[in-house]
């Protein structure tokens, strides 16, 4: 949903549609920068967010433990009994405009 996508923008209404039925499935939206959720809150695809910068602190993984112990720090929510799915990665469209 960048603005800088150069793509139809019959394309970009289905990108919209498919976001906005995903996000009913996600408790809390999480960004990793400001700018991300002021986007998402422009096309009005969220009303709130929170915003968690470089989840993983140098210099790696945490244990299964810690990691859990700082990520309820973060967004202040007893992860307890919760299932946590999380990515790694970085997929955006300057990656796919090389095919």
Known sequence: MDPNYKKDWHL?????LVFKFLL???DI???????????????KLV?????????????GF?????????FEVKIKIDLKDKFIIGSIGRLNYQKIMNF
């Open 12 to 16: 970009k209404i289905i990108y919209w």
């Open 24 to 26: 009913c499935f996600v």
């Open 29 to 43: 939206p999480v960004f990793v920068s400001k700018n991300n959720l002021e986007i998402a809150k422009k096309l």
């Open 47 to 59: 009303k709130n967010g929170i915003v968690i910068y470089n989840g993983i602190p140098e210099p």
């Open 62 to 70: 945490l244990e299964r433990d810690t990691a859990r112990k700082f």
